[in-house]
Every structure is written in structure tokens, then in C-alpha cells.
């Protein structure tokens, strides 16, 4: 399957055909996988070192990101971390907007504040739709000028076919994105931010005496997973973005558009295997995230 595009700026130097012999023994595999049956799955593989494409499937079609926005968000949030206008104990306030946003949220309420450590915490874990909205308002000035401000810096960074409308990826049709775009994003966020990037590890945390647990199951379930985010909404189907190191080398995988949980996991791990064989773990059916209507006192409608 021909590829259709390099993937962007300096993070990329070059693609190639699905499934073509290549790389050698030192890196990654290039590989052919089934797609998943679905019309709005895609998927792409980047050999993070070199920006070579392993595999891609729909790579550069509009999808809607869903949570995987909040890479986006934390992007942003990171810069402003970077440049000492914001610190780890700095308050983000919660405005009576940010505190009606639907789950999955922290369920803070207006007038309540959030430190900028726990705000991170809270966007990788429990991807948080009222803290994101929260930092949009913060960084921005209000949430659709944060939008705007996502957007510009999409687009600086090279994902070119990226528009943002809001800082959680809760439903709107014009928030579209595709798998290249967000391989990109997963990137430059380590390239950009090491010092951050291990939040992104996060699978729980505590938070005004209560244990926040996070169901990104490819996170200890997958040898070498170290990270990034899930993402559901009903129109984009189960999404994630995934880093993975073996033997000092680093794949991103992106799926978009499975059915599951479960189903988005599984591919996933099938796509890390066949790029990155002889990992010392997998993952089995029992350990992949459960379906959002199984995680008690979450809303399926809006879980990763």
C-alpha cells in the first residue's frame, strides 16, 4: 500500500511502502498488518528515531481526535512550564464553564482551583474534561482562543492537517485531525519536553485524598510502553497514541477508529510486536481496558 505523504518538519525524514522489506536488523521492522474493518479506522507506525514509516493505513484522512487533544493541550501547557511563566504549584482556576463539562472530569467546582502538577496528572489519567477546559481558559484567556492558539502551534510543529476547536476533544465536527498529524504531536512531545514527557507514564495519582486510576492498559501491559493517551468519543470510535522502546529503539503507533478498548489494545500490541519483536511481555485479553460502560462512575459516552 503506497504511503501518501512524508510525515512532517524535522521530526520526519522520509516514508515508504507498507509492508516493504527495510530497515535491517538495527531498527524497527517495517510490517503488514490487517486493517481494522471499520471506515473510520486508520492507522500509522513511525520509527521515532528516524521518522521512517513502518506501517500506515488511512494515515493522512480526517479523523476527530477525541481525548487525544489533550496532547495538544498539555503541549501548550508544557510551553508555558518551559518558560517560567508557570510552575508545577501554580493555581489554574476553575470557571463555572469548565466545571459543567462533561465526564470523564475531576468534578471540581466554579470557584475551586487545580495546581498545575495535579492539572497534568489529571489530563493523563483521568483525561479530565473540566481541567482541560481549565487550562485552555487559563493559557488562552477563554477556550476558544485556546483553540485557536492549539491550532497555530499544530500547524507550526507540522501537523498540517489539524484543526482544534476545543482543549478536551469533546464532540465537534470541525475538530479533525488524522493518525500522521497525532504521530507527529506524540513526537515532538518528547523531542520538546524530556523533562516532562514521564507524566505521560502516569497510571494513577492522589488527589485531595482519593486515588485516581487511569485505564490505559498498553501502560505496563505492553514491554516498553511508556505512554501518551487514549481518546474516545461515539464519532471517532477508541483512539490512542503510543511510544514504545526495546532495545534502545522507539516506535509511535497510532490507531484511530476501533470498536473497543479491548479491540485498540490488541491491535496495537499486534503492530508493537511485529515492529519491535521479542519484547518480554504482551497483552492478554483479561488485561485490556475494559469498555467505558464497565469502569464504575464513568460516562460512556465521553471515556477513553
Not at 503492530?271 to 475494559?290: F, H, K, R, T, Y
Request: hydrophobic share 40%.
Amino acid at each position: 500500500m503506497s504511503i501518501a505523504a512524508a510525515l512532517l518538519a524535522a521530526l520526519v525524514a522520509g516514508c515508504s511502502t507498507t509492508g516493504s522489506s527495510g530497515g535491517g536488523a538495527a531498527g524497527p521492522r517495517q510490517f503488514a498488518i490487517a486493517p481494522l474493518p471499520y471506515d473510520r479506522y486508520a492507522a500509522v507506525a513511525v520509527d521515532a528515531s528516524s521518522g521512517r514509516m513502518l506501517y500506515g493505513h488511512d494515515e493522512t484522512a480526517a479523523r476527530y481526535p477525541a481525548s487525544l487533544t489533550k496532547m495538544m493541550t498539555l503541549y501548550m501547557l508544557f510551553e508555558q512550564m518551559e518558560s517560567g511563566r508557570v510552575n508545577k504549584n501554580t493555581i489554574i482556576p476553575i470557571s463555572a464553564y469548565a466545571a459543567s463539562r462533561p465526564p470523564t472530569k475531576m468534578g471540581l467546582k466554579a470557584g475551586d482551583g487545580i495546581d498545575v502538577d495535579s492539572a497534568v496528572k489529571a489530563l493523563v489519567v483521568r483525561s479530565a474534561n473540566d481541567i482541560a477546559t481549565a487550562v485552555g481558559e487559563f493559557i488562552g484567556g477563554s477556550e476558544q482562543q485556546f483553540a485557536a492558539m492549539m491550532t497555530a502551534r499544530a500547524q507550526a510543529i507540522g501537523m498540517r492537517d489539524t484543526r482544534f476547536r476545543n482543549a478536551s476533544g469533546l464532540p465537534d465536527p470541525l475538530q479533525t485531525t488524522t493518525a500522521r498529524d497525532m504521530a507527529t504531536l506524540a513526537m515532538a512531545l518528547r523531542r520538546k519536553f524530556p523533562q516532562y514527557y514521564g507524566y505521560f507514564s502516569t497510571t494513577e495519582f492522589s488527589y485531595r485524598g482519593k486515588q485516581i486510576r487511569g485505564h490505559n492498559k498498553l501502560v505496563g501491559g505492553v514491554s516498553g510502553v511508556d505512554g501518551l493517551k487514549t481518546g474516545y468519543i461515539r464519532a471517532s470510535g477508541f483512539n490512542v497514541a503510543t511510544s514504545v522502546t526495546r532495545n534502545g529503539r522507539r516506535i509511535v503507533v497510532v490507531v484511530m477508529g476501533a470498536k473497543s478498548g479491548n479491540e485498540r489494545n490488541a491491535h496495537v500490541a499486534q503492530m508493537i510486536e511485529m515492529a519491535l519483536p521479542g519484547g518480554s511481555g504482551s497483552l492478554p485479553g483479561a488485561l485490556a481496558v475494559l469498555d467505558p460502560g464497565a469502569l464504575p462512575g464513568v460516562e460512556p459516552n465521553w471515556d477513553d
